[in-house]
């Protein structure tokens, strides 16, 4: 499954792995068996790169950290429905990246995991995704 990318999406995902790596001492994550081990209803928290325009015309990237509501997993692949609006982010008919939108991503990307109360999970999974990743 294809994963997002800046010069395609105009958005990607960065690797807490990276990360970690950079900065041991304070940037920490969950063991490398609890993000391979995602179960449906899960929350990961990913780290997004936004890239968008500025007001004189120049691009410019952001990141934003978000929560994903896993839903699925295509072989090593999870698909999460994005649990919050990007700050970053106006919302257009023709944006993808919105409240609700599939989110393709690895373990690797994972930076957090939480448990949202089952009564949300269930509300959350029990509705058509606003956007869907294709499956190529």
Known sequence: MRLPSLERDFWEL???EELHAQHPETFHLPTRENRDN?????????????????????TDQAGERI???VAEKVGDCYIGILDDQP???????????RFGAEIPFLAEHVIEIAEPP????DWQLS????RIWPRD
Request: no cysteine.
């Open 87 to 97: 700050a970053l982010i106006e919302v257009t008919d023709e944006t993808y990246l």
């Open 67 to 69: 929560f994903v509501i």
């Open 14 to 16: 960065a690797s807490g």
């Open 38 to 58: 995602l179960k449906r209803g899960d929350a990961a928290k990913l780290i997004f790169i936004i890239e968008g325009i500025e007001e004189n015309g120049s």
């Open 118 to 121: 089952q009564k949300y999970v």
């Open 127 to 130: 509705i058509p995704p606003e």
